[in-house]
């Protein structure tokens, strides 16, 4: 099965067990927009939870807040969005489709990648065990070509996107004889500027109605309580404020199903330092956030660190955390080193000082920032393409399994009655009762038992408990893993703490750095 089935695939499974729907599907949907379905919303809420939690409760100088979603338009202004939020686009003229320009030639480069790749593997093939991979690359002519043709097209664009040059992302455009995927032609527009941030009003139209914007990104409504949250909460520096928010973009290359989304979820931490001390933190939070990825166990090289080439204007550092999707490596969160950038701007456009008075120097400054910001939606696909796995077992039959990691998955533990008569459902609401304050439990009793623990494997439960006849005599149930199959019988009186054991939230952070 090639990587693009699987996330059709994907999709399908994610849409068939409640978990993502198109938005107001009734209507044909609404491009790039999605609602969490039942089983959705729970691995959304679990994720978010893995996230505040290991922000805000292990780290005694982490605090979180809620800021509104509306700001005073002044915000954007001072924060560069107004100005500079923009996507370089084209348009093919025979298509009438839109892109972004630096999308096209980056999938450009991706294909360049792809053909060294596969000169390599041919390469691993012909040579087996005594292939040098960095000896290759170095000298055979092929990929040299590949890559030199490659390395200039990339710094001409990173060139291009620093300096604004979009004459220039066009012509690369067509020196590389991109084409439009859908019309096949070249029949490119000029490439021209496009503010991503939606606009609405805000008041009646008698009271003079002003422009405002839905928020592009949640940090700003932390820059804009800097000053509030450090003096009520008495922090000191270094110290950082967290938030989980809506976002809005007005995305023109909507795509790959819930990565790029034009209403989505972020959360983000901005951590306050003394200036001159931001690269250290910034190295500290590269490896503090990979480790929270990587505790999750879907595999440490299923990630990377991306470093910028063009940084925005406010960063003096910047890295992405991407994920191997199975649409490629992509970025699931970014890293970046913000210097003073914001809290000065925000000063200069509010006229209100944002300063902090350090009491180990005597000194006020305003702090440098580093942030930490990581899309929801994009974590859920990482979760879901991760654990989506097709299993041939040995009785010949299949399964589909969401293997999610316990702690985040959205039902911890299905109780399961072997037959619906003989007293066994009574035990099974008895055991619901034990374990729902704490836990998310589902009840089934219909369909044969297999038939039940294939429909908990699809949705990624990870525990199964079986009452059956025997429980009725000594009170034990058998307990079955979703990712072994494996089964044991246990006493009822022990399923609090086996659930617990697996399903915690400590068995991840136990992991983090
Ligand atoms: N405050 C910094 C900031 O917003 P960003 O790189 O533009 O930085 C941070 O966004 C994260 O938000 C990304 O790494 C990604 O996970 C998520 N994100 C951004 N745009 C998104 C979109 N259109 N749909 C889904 N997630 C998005």
Known sequence: MTQEELFKKLIAH???YGFIFP????????????DYGQMGVELKNNIKKYW?????????????????????????????????????????????????ADVLIEDWLAKQDEKIGKEVEKARKRFGESFDEQMFRQTNPRVQEHQAKRD?????????LNDNDLTELRQIILDCEIACPISGTRNWTEVRQFNLMFETKIGSVAEGANTIYLRPETAQGI????????????????FGIAQIGKAFRNEIVARQ?????????????QFFVRPGEELNWFKQWKATRMSWHRALGFGDDKYRFHDHDKLAHYANAATDIEFEFPFGFKEVEG??????????????????????????TGESYVPYVIETSIGVDRMVLQ????????????NGEERVVLRIPAPIAPVKVAVLPLVKKDGLPEIAREIIASLKFDHNVQYDEKDSIGKRYRRQDAIGTPLCVTVDHQTLEDRTVTVRHRDTMEQHRVAIAELPSIVENEVSLRTLFAKLV
């Open 257 to 269: 199903f819930i990565f790029r989304m034009r209403e989505f979820e972020q959360m983000e931490m």
């Open 223 to 238: 820059f804009v309580n800097f000053l509030n949250v450090q003096k009520t909460g008495r922090m000191k520096i270094p």
């Open 152 to 160: 200039q097209i990339h710094e001409r664009m990173t060139k291009a």
């Open 23 to 34: 938005s107001s599907e009734i209507y044909d949907g609404l491009s790039a927009v999605y």
């Open 52 to 100: 505040w939690d290991s922000m805000t409760r292990l780290h005694e100088n982490i605090v979180g807040i809620d800021a509104a979603i509306f700001m005073h338009p002044k915000t954007w202004e001072a924060s560069g969005h107004v100005s500079a939020f923009n996507d370089p686009l084209i348009d093919n003229r025979d298509s009438k489709k839109r892109y972004r």
């Open 14 to 16: 994610s849409k068939e």
């Open 335 to 360: 890293i970046h080193s913000r210097t003073d950038f914001d809290l000065s701007q925000h000063q200069k456009f509010s006229g209100r000082k944002m300063q902090y008075f350090d009491p180990e």
């Open 383 to 394: 979760v879901l393409s991760a654990a989506f796995t097709e299993e041939k077992l040995e």
